[in-house]
């Protein structure tokens, strides 16, 4: 019989949580930059939609988000990829904040999703 204390119990839920949560943002990210850039071309004004706010706010929830999950990830399977390709990721996304609104800047950006999702869902796999 094996006895589980309520610490990591609660670490396991956290695991599986952080990544879906993670996964389900950088989709999110995703559905924004192609519905901006598509707003943008027909009505060429999307308003909020392209607040630099909304940016850095993404980027602090992925920043977040990937040190407590992938973090997690590494001290409970020990595999350091999905950490490294998450974070690659993210630096993506972060060099993608200082371009001009546009195509290179959407391009970049979707790039560095795509490597943070990816990196979330290798660090669910490793653990499960």
């Known amino acids: 019989m094996q006895v589980s204390l309520p610490i990591s119990r609660f670490w396991g839920g956290i695991d599986a949580s952080f990544d879906r949560i993670a996964i389900g943002l950088s989709g999110l990210c995703l559905v924004h930059c192609v519905a901006t850039t598509v707003l943008l071309t027909i009505l060429s004004s999307a308003g909020a939609l392209v607040h630099p706010a909304i940016h850095e706010v993404g980027l602090t929830l992925a920043i977040g988000f990937g040190i407590i999950a992938l973090g997690k990830g590494v001290l409970s399977h020990g595999y350091m990829a999905p950490a490294l390709v998450g974070a690659f990721g ?39």
């Open 90 to 128: 993210i630096g993506i996304m972060a060099g993608a904040l200082s371009l001009p609104h546009g195509g290179f800047e959407m391009f970049w950006t979707l790039i560095g999703v795509s490597l943070v999702a990816l990196g979330h869902d290798l660090n669910r796999r490793a653990t499960y």
